[in-house]
């Protein structure tokens, strides 16, 4: 049975997730995910989902992609949450959500991945960051059985504590999150490439006079400050002391080609 990923990523964890599980599943074509303004008809037995959480819950472009999703009632539909060890109860509010759609999401699973959440410090020590790959590696290949099998595995619900002490947080920021680019800056380090502009996966980065301009319609992924080339771009009072990150198998390419696959 063929499967479809659709992947949504700004630092490359979950691009990096979605490509070893195809290898595993063989028959899996990887896509990123678009950025739906009206409906879209799907006609595959088998969809995975594979997105980070952002804030402890879902990301909006994630949102949209699930309001305008329709596909058979008998689809197949998986879906992974790249996480930095906090996923909360991110892969229940999607099981939630796709339910009001109707539609079952069958499988749900968390992946600790390096932290790309910068304002908050660095992806750790690069022993930590190649074991969570490994770890990684080893579920991808017991998640992919699960799904040949096309097991009713149950959906990751997170840890209590996290859903008690931070799901609250997430409803009361995501309206706010396309004006949290207010907190970018740039330093003098930047040398007006334009980067930043292209792999930006919502369009919110301007060149204007030949510096980035931010138009209040961010995702919050952080891609933009991640692959700036020169570490330019900051957020906030911190990211000046930390390393960028981003998945080490994952190209600058690959986040253009998302951001291009998203303009449609
Ligand atoms: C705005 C933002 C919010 C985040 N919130 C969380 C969170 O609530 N819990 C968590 O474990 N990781 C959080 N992270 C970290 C990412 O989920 C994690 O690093 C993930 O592996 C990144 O995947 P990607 O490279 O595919 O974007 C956040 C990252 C960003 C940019
Ligand atoms: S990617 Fe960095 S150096 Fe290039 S224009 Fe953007 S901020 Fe400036
Ligand atoms: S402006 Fe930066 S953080 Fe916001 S969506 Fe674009 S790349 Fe992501």
Request: with cysteine; aromatic share 10%; charged share 20%.
């Amino acid at each position: 049975m063929a499967t479809k990923l659709y992947v949504y990523t700004g630092t490359g964890n979950s691009l990096w997730i979605a490509r070893q599980l195809a290898l595993e599943l063989k028959e899996a074509t990887i896509q990123f995910i678009p950025n739906l303004s009206r409906d879209l008809k799907m006609e595959v037995d088998r969809i995975g989902i594979i997105f980070p959480v952002h804030i402890w819950g879902l990301p909006g472009h994630v949102v949209r992609f699930i309001h305008h999703l329709q596909a058979k009632p008998e689809t197949y539909f998986f879906a992974l949450a790249v996480n930095a060890s906090q996923p909360a109860a991110t892969l229940m509010q999607l099981k939630k959500l796709m339910s009001t759609q109707g539609q079952s999401l069958a499988l749900g699973c968390s992946f600790a991945m390096p932290s790309n959440y910068t304002p908050w410090g660095g992806p750790g020590p690069v022993e930590t960051q190649q074991r969570l790959y490994r770890e990684a590696q080893e579920k991808i290949k017991a998640v992919a059985r699960a799904i040949l099998r096309d097991g009713r595995e149950k959906v990751d619900r997170g840890p209590l504590w996290q859903n008690i002490v931070f799901s609250w947080i997430y409803r009361m920021s995501f309206r706010s999150v396309p004006k949290m680019d207010k907190k970018f800056w740039l330093d003098d380090k930047c040398n007006d490439c334009g980067i930043c502009s292209k792999v930006c996966p919502a369009g919110n980065i301007e060149m204007i006079h030949e510096k980035p301009t931010w138009l209040h319609r961010c995702e919050q992924c952080l891609a933009c400050l991640q692959w700036c080339p020169q570490e330019a771009i900051q957020y906030g009072k911190k990211t000046v002391k930390y390393p960028r990150y981003h998945h080490p198998e994952v190209l600058l390419k690959d986040m253009i080609d998302q951001a291009k696959a998203n303009k449609g």
